[in-house]
C-alpha cells in the first residue's frame, strides 16, 4: 500500500471525496486543521428519512468523514493511511432544513491510534443534533 497523499489546499480537500461517499453527502471543507476540521452539509430530501428529517445515517456518515480527513491530515511519519475501528454516536436533535455543521477536534493524536470527537449542530438554531466520536487505526507498512 502506498502513502495516502495529504491534500494541501482547501480545494484539493474538497476534491479528495468526489466520486466517493463523502462527495455524495454534498459537503465542502470550511477548514482542514490539525486541531480542527469544520464542514457545513445541506439538509436535502436525498439525505432525510421518510419523516423528512435528517437520516441518522447520513449524519454519522457526515462526521466519520470529517474526523476521517482530520485523521488524514494528522498522518504521522511514515504511516501510509488509517481505518475506523470504532465510532459511537448519540442524536440529540434533528432538523428538517438548512445546514448543519461539523466540527471535528482531536481527543488524542497517537502513531498508532487517534481518536476524534465530533460534534454536528443546525446552523439555522445553533442546537446540537449529534456528538460523534471515532476511533481510527493508523496504518503503517508491514515489514
Not at 7 to 12: D, F, G, L, R, S
Not at 39 to 60: D, I, K, Q, T
Request: proline residues 5%; hydrophobic residues 35%.
Amino acid at each position: 500500500m502506498a502513502r495516502l497523499a495529504i491534500p494541501e489546499t482547501i480545494a484539493e480537500w474538497n476534491e479528495l471525496g468526489s466520486g466517493y461517499l463523502p462527495g455524495h453527502l454534498g459537503r465542502e471543507f470550511l477548514s482542514v486543521e490539525p486541531d480542527e476540521v469544520r464542514a457545513p452539509m445541506r439538509v436535502e430530501r436525498r439525505l432525510c428519512a421518510s419523516n423528512g428529517y435528517l437520516h441518522a445515517g447520513a449524519v454519522v456518515s457526515f462526521a466519520d468523514t470529517c474526523c476521517g480527513y482530520a485523521t488524514v491530515r494528522n498522518l504521522p511519519e511514515g504511516a501510509e493511511g488509517f481505518t475506523t475501528i470504532e465510532l459511537k454516536s448519540n442524536f440529540i436533535g434533528s432538523t428538517l432544513e438548512g445546514d448543519v455543521i461539523c466540527v471535528a477536534r482531536p481527543a488524542h493524536k497517537g502513531r498508532t491510534t487517534q481518536v476524534w470527537d465530533a460534534e454536528v449542530t443546525a446552523e439555522k438554531t445553533g442546537k446540537t443534533i449529534a456528538h460523534f466520536r471515532c476511533t481510527q487505526m493508523i496504518l503503517h507498512p508491514r515489514s
